[in-house]
């Protein structure tokens, strides 16, 4: 830490520093005695007269995981880049790391770990000569890169491809191996733009299973995803994001509560039955969704709702009562699915 | 575990990055550009010996025995091969320049997008194109140099200066890769390079008196050849080589000053259009 910095940051630098076992600021209470990682008030990307970002608040705490959850287009990625200093803000305030993007860039990226929607790895070198390179775009001295690599090669289990290159890798690997590189430089924030998108369910599993480790040691990790399983399983708070705004803020369970029931009854009918259904469901649960493959009954008691839905005679084909998830929340913040 | 955050060890932190292009940030481009070409190291020094050998086989001991025999007042006494390796040098490393300055740069931007990678970190814009410029001019002076010995190898260079004939076809190649560096930061797709090699670049391959003295064209066609980068540096080198820069030396400040000219107006082009591809994603 240069004393730049330091006079830049002032006493906020040394709470800012990532914890290995202590209990993440998050945790105590926003703001309890840290300045955020991030702040963004107002927020707005434009390209042109298209304002992909429109006007967004949210603070970021050390310690947190914090995601951005929407569908395609929603403004994710454009609010990554901005926090991530490689897409300078049309509007609004943003600081990072206390620093300001602006004039600050690469001091702000000497610190970010930044996982890009699209890998960008170097196909023309080897596993391990992808860490050492980027490593070396730190400033690192060659010696420290090595140590890190086999470490972090170890990390996201890539150790026995370390000399092969990365062409032929599973998607999977390539995703690993991006964030490996993105931990070379120790970070203390990691941007994490659609960490599993496009993988099979194994390998999302063991990429949680990493980045779940990460927070465990006290990582700030941002993230964005359209799913709303990682959402759940990865973020201790997140924003529902939807065409360029935010709708919702909370923890996956405050959201599921504040917009959704504890259950959901879903109703599928044989083709062509639930069209002849208008008016049916009236009064059977708190709140319908009629999507165009099967009905959602919202109510605390699902087994309740079927139940009177039998004695309508009311005669599904399939029957499901499950707990509320953040796809309820989405849809009803927006009446609309996140993956279509 | 200490590379995966939490115990951060200050000693080992990366330092600090200053604001602003310098060396110690442009050089980490630079060995990006060299770690890659590791691999391709043997077929590329291969290719350099190659060409000159080909080109001055074919043509200077081919061709040049017809033209050698018509006793060409324009040559004054030179041999055709004496004549032509200057022109060869210069135009070889022009198109050396032109197309390092093409695919390998889109590559970058576009296909495996490993300066959008640098971009996320503490290296800008400014320090990608630098360092490209310069692991272009050092590509550059291995053909160069590589050529310049196979010239003299082949006894077709008539003074010392030749060995400022290299670092001259260097300017040249640059004052080709920096302005097409700008141009294909603004591109997606290779579609344009083909054009632009076909109607740009091997004209002037042909008509910047590499294979014969400008003189022999149309006098209306003659001005045009200053207006090519490329007669400024093939005249430059085969002064060079042919000792005869000592009688028009003012010329060959010029023929340089024109190169330098190009080459910086490209950099500071490339400069802008390289930031905006990258913010741009
Ligand atoms: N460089 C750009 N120029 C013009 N428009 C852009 C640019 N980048 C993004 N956009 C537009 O901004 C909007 C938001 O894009 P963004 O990539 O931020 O969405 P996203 O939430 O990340 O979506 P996805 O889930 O598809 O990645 C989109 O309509 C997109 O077309
Ligand atoms: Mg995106």
Redesign the interface.
Known sequence: ??E??VAASGASVEPS????TAEPAARRGPGADAAPLIHARKLTKRFGEFTAVDGVDFDVQPGEAFGFLGPNGAGK?STM?MI?C???ISDGELSVLDMNPR?????I??R?G?V?Q????????TVR?NLL??G??????RE?CA??AD??LD?VQLSDRGKDLVEPLSGGMKRRLTIARS??????LMLLDEPTTGLDPQARHLLWDRLY??KQ???TLVLTTHYMDEAEQLCDRLVVMDKAKIVAEGSPRQLIERYSTKEVAEFRFAPGIQETLDGQFDGLAERIERLPDRVLLYADDGEDVVASARSRGLHPETVLVRRSTLEDVFLRLTGRSLIE | MSAIAGARDRRTTAPLPPLGSSWSTVRRVVEHRALQYRRTFRASIFGSFGIPVLFLTAMGFGLGGYVDRSQDAVLHGLTYLQFLAPGLLAATVMQTGSFEASFPILGGLQWNKVFHAMFATPIQPSDIVFGNVIWIALRLALVGAVFAFVIVLFGASRSALVVLAVPCAVLTGLAFATPMMAFTATQRTPDRFATLFRFGVTPLFLFSGTFFPIESLPSFLQPVAWLSPLWHGVDLCRQLMLGTVGDTPLLAVIHALVLITITVIGVAVAMRTVEARLVKG
């Not at chain 1, 520093?17 to 290995?20: I, M």
């Not at chain 1, 070396?136 to 001295?141: A, D, K, S, V």
């Open positions: 830490m240069s730049t910095n520093q990532p914890r290995p990625t880049r991530g490689t897409s300078p004039r600050d860039g690469p001091r990226r000497a970010l930044v890009p699209h890998d960008t790895l170097d196909n023309e070198l000569e390179i980027y070396r775009y730190f400033g690192l001295p420290e140590r890190r470490e972090l990390f931990l070379i430089n120790e970070p203390d480790r990460l040691r006290g990582v």
